[in-house]
């Protein structure tokens, strides 16, 4: 079965630190996709990267940044010099190869403090 | 941009009434979804729909739940008798196809709140 631990419920840091949120997936899949979701406070869903198994390279967008270890199962998500509007939920997930069967982590709430 | 809507944004009904969600997903996509997320918790996973029929579900998903597109364009989700427990945020998502090669991104609605009182 698919799993997602965000094993960081909650995290706060004050502005222009930088903040690492960590994903570990669990699947028997070889083709896989991981994804984070942002959820700001008015509570909608946003897409912020897709990532497939085969894909191993860092990406960097911006202050956004993705680190995929596929030996560790783990696909952690850096914002670089935090702002209070980075303050949300985000959700690490996971899909099969047909882009179902999504598994969302429980989620980390980060507090971005002025 | 192309966004996936939903209707209403919230909705407040009483316990045993019927609620239809309403989702329209982007035109050009052809699999879709539905999701909850009880306040303060995780994102789960409800129903899939493919080629005018449910490819995967959750346990979730039970006989209370419906889903259905009627007219090619909305996406709905019916929950038959509601209970206390159905209160949550209901999104609706989509996805331009599936397999090998896919986007792989899922759209998200804004959501759709439901009180059951």
């Known amino acids: 079965a698919q799993k997602v631990t965000q094993a960081q419920t909650e995290i706060s840091v004050v502005e222009k630190e930088d903040v690492t949120l960590d994903c570990v997936y669990e699947?028997?899949?070889?083709?896989?996709?991981l994804f984070w979701y942002k959820q700001p406070p008015s509570g909608e869903l946003v897409f912020l990267i897709r990532?497939?198994?085969?894909?191993?390279q860092n990406e960097i967008s911006g202050r956004y940044s993705w680190n995929f270890q596929k030996s560790t199962s783990s696909f952690n998500f850096t914002i670089t010099a935090s702002q209070v509007v980075d303050s949300a939920v985000y959700f690490c997930a996971l899909s099969d190869n047909y882009g179902q069967n999504f598994v969302f982590g429980p989620g980390t709430r980060l507090s971005v403090l002025p | 941009e192309p966004e996936v809507t939903q209707t209403p944004s919230h909705q407040v009904t009483q316990m045993g009434q019927e609620v239809i969600l309403r989702c329209v997903p982007i035109s050009n996509h052809l699999y879709f979804y539905w999701y909850r997320q009880i306040l303060g918790q995780k994102v789960e996973f409800l129903v899939s729909f493919y080629n005018n029929e449910i490819s995967e579900k959750s346990e979730i998903f039970d006989d209370q739940f419906s889903v259905e597109r009627p007219d090619g364009s909305n996406f709905t989700l019916k929950i038959r008798s509601t209970k206390l427990e159905d209160s949550a945020m209901y999104f609706c998502a989509s996805s331009e196809m599936g397999g090998l090669g896919n986007t792989g991104e899922l759209f998200f609605g804004e959501g759709s709140r439901l009180t059951v009182l």
């Open positions: 699947t028997r899949d070889t083709t896989y996709y």
């Open positions: 990532r497939n198994s085969f894909d191993e």
